[in-house]
């Protein structure tokens, strides 16, 4: 059989412990037999990084801009214990949130669907996609504990040294907290930009929840900038394509999103996001069944699997116990950018081959084959059969085979 050529090269970040395992299997036995692929090749395993000063998170970030589309391992984010196991010069910083940075991207996550795998949410047919947006708020806070009565006050300082804003937050009577949060135009711009790329490259509706009618400043602005940039860049493609943009209040998005059949895409502010993309994960089944891709507002890709590094599987992997870890967010993140490739580049068999491939993984899952973290949530039947990382993915292999036939 002759390969399928991918056209232009792909941005391959790897990673770390038992997902870097499954990384190569899953090059081994459902790419690299079939596609003849250009890699730009970075290894951001940990001790890479530290060998490099993390230079090389930034060069597989650059090269992403270079390419356009990237596919990338789950990789250890170090703390003190990294620190010791690997002999690290620093506590590197995570190398998802530098490559963010650099591309100045959002994350999108959305849930892989199988028809023995139930959503709790009775009436969600359809994969409901999150958005979150990955700057400030309460993740870059200035909080301080009041010890005893007094004053709390928010100023503004222009930069030429001008006070411009003076306000209370309030006069404590007694002990209390105080906490300020700030964000920027040029960041709520990117993140709106973001999800209206994907909203409609995806070719489903946006929901934007804020709580504007109580931050009237604040959530306001963001509601105001979403608002000038579908108008500006969005209204009349949406309305072509037949998609609609709502924005309502969050606490009413949560209460609609119970009663939907999916299908749409959800931007939540960073703390929304947070919480609600765990609640998501979590009804959908799996953290193994999502995926997760990064979009910046200039049309950058890149895609991942939304779980870690699976660190416990890969000590029982070491010790050469069989492990049961699931390749399905992998075997996606690489399917995922194939598309986006193949649709770039104009190849519709690149497409296609991404299709087939997602097809047989999902078909592994539906005939009952699957790993262990599925068979406590997949729904019971006599067919359902545990089986190994190896095995799964030699299962995939064996339905790919037949359909490329
Ligand atoms: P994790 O790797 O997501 O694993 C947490 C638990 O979830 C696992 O122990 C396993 O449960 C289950 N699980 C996750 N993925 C699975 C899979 N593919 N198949 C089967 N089970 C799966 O999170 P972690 O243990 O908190 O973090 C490990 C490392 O990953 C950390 O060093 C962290 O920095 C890194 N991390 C990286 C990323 C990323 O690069 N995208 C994201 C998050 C964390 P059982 O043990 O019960 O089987
Ligand atoms: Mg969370």
Known sequence: MNKIEVKTPIVEIDGDEMTRVMWQMVKDQLLLPYLKMNLAYYDLQLK?????????????AEAIKKFGVGVKCATITPNKDRVKEYNLKQEWSSPNGTIRAALDGTVFRAPILVNNILPSVRTWKKPIHIG???????????????PEAGKAEMVFTSSAGQELWRGTIQDFKGPGIIQGIHNTDKSISSFAKACFTYAYDQKINLWFGAKDTISKTYDAQFKKIFEQEYVANWKTKF?????????????DAVARIM????????????????VMSDMLGSAYGS??????????????Y??????????KHYYNYLKGEKTSSNSMALIFAWTGCLRKRGELDQTPE???????????????????????DLMLVATPDPKNKKVSTEDFIAEVAKRLQDKLK
Not at 259 to 274: H, I, P, V
Not at 287 to 300: E, H, I, N, R
Not at 302 to 311: D, L, N
């Open 259 to 274: 009663k939907t059949d999916g299908g749409l895409l959800w931007a939540c502010k960073n703390y929304d996001g947070d």
């Open 350 to 372: 690149v497409v296609e081959f991404a299709k087939k491939l997602e097809e047989s993984a999902l078909e592994t899952v539906e005939s009952g084959i699957m790993t262990g």
């Open 239 to 251: 309305t072509e394509a037949g998609l609609e943009y709502f924005f309502t209040l969050i606490d």
């Open 287 to 300: 953290l193994a069944m999502m995926t997760s891709v990064l979009v910046s507002p200039q049309g950058y």
């Open 48 to 60: 890479k990084r530290d060998e490099t000063n993390d230079k090389i998170t930034l060069e597989a």
């Open 302 to 311: 890149e895609f991942e699997a939304s779980h870690g590094t699976v660190q």
């Open 132 to 146: 979150r947006h990955a700057y400030g708020d309460v993740y870059k806070n200035c909080e301080y504990r009041v």
